[in-house]
Every structure is written in C-alpha cells, then in structure tokens.
C-alpha cells in the first residue's frame, strides 16, 4: 500500500549516491589515514633532516639564493634592521611572479573541481545505467559497482594529477 520515496522520488535516488552508509566507514577511513600519514610524514622529515644534516635548521636563518643575488645583485638597498646592503626586487617583477603563480594555482584548482565534478556525474550516469543493466547481478549490486569503479577512476585522476603537479614544480622558473 505504501511506496517507497526512492522508488518516487529522483532527488531521494541522488541523495543516496553521496549520503548512505559507507560514508560514515569512509570518513573514519580518511580521518585515519590523514592522521597516519602526518605521523609518518613527520618521520619521514626527520629521517630527511637528519640525513642532510639539518637538524639545527631554522627557517629564518635561511640565505639568500645564489640565483636571487645573481639577478638582483645590481639592485640593492639597505635593510633598515640588519643596516647592511641586500638585494632588491622591483615590484613590477614581484608583481608579474605573482599573477603568474596565481594564475597557474588557480588553473589547478580548476582542474582539480573539474575532475570531482566529472566524478560525480561519472557516478550518476553509471548507477542509472547499471541499474537498468540486463544481468540480475550487476542489476543488484549497482551502487557497489558505480562506487567501485569510480574509485578506481577517482585513484587513477589522484596519481595523473601528482604527476602533472611534480612536473609543474620541478619545471617551474622560480624554484631554487
């Protein structure tokens, strides 16, 4: 006598995608997994530390670049706390490094939104059509299959974009 509100209504369908019980395994996982790997990157940077001598490093005691002092070595003014000369960057050229970095974050942030929302509707059009799909068993465990898959799509995007950020830094003009 009753009907079911996912067998009526499109949104209740929708909704079950992102809203179900695996969200909540899922979101322990994430939280675990994010806190494992901070302790292990902590190790990992102390191991690294250690091994390149830089245990006493301070991030203030850092020294000019050699590639910095080589361009603006013509340009220099006094630092009104040390009083010795050091050299300057006009702020054009400060300013056109920044609207070059921020334009190449935001273009990755893009990408990265693109690729989610490309996720999402991957999620929407294969539940539907997997759901309709003529064997019973793939019929049955469609939210399985979609989530399945997905995820092997969601890990292969994750290991492209590494890459293309590793090649974005290591090719980049203003690293060290």
């Known amino acids: 006598p ?12 929708v909704t079950h995608l992102f809203d179900n019980g695996a969200t909540v395994f899922f979101a322990v996982f994430m939280a675990v997994w994010a806190t494992v790997f901070l302790e292990f990157w902590k190790r990992r ?3 690294l530390a250690y091994d390149w001598d830089l245990i006493d490093w301070e991030e203030e005691e850092e020294e000019i670049r050699p590639q910095f ?10 630092n009104p706390i040390s009083g010795k000369p050091e050299p300057y960057q006009a702020f054009t050229d400060k300013y056109s ?5 921020a334009s190449g974050i935001f273009f990755m942030i893009l990408v990265v939104i693109a690729a989610v ?3 999402v509707i991957y999620r929407v059009i294969t539940v539907s059509t997997f759901a309709a799909f003529g064997w019973a068993l793939i019929r049955n465990n469609s939210q399985v299959a979609t989530t399945g898959t997905a995820v092997c799509i969601n890990f292969c995007i994750i290991m492209l974009l590494n890459v ?6 290591f090719c980049s003009p203003f690293r060290a």
Do not use: H, Q
């Not at 002092?69 to 006094?78: D, H, Q």
């Not at 490094?97 to 970095?101: E, F, Q």
């Open 69 to 78: 002092e080589a361009k603006y070595s013509k340009k220099e003014r006094m």
């Open 45 to 47: 940077r102390a191991v």
């Open 117 to 119: 929302f490309g996720i």
């Open 97 to 101: 490094r920044l609207i070059v970095s």
């Open 164 to 169: 293309l950020y590793e090649k974005v830094a």
């Open 2 to 13: 009753y009907l079911r509100l996912s067998d009526s209504c499109i949104y209740a369908k």
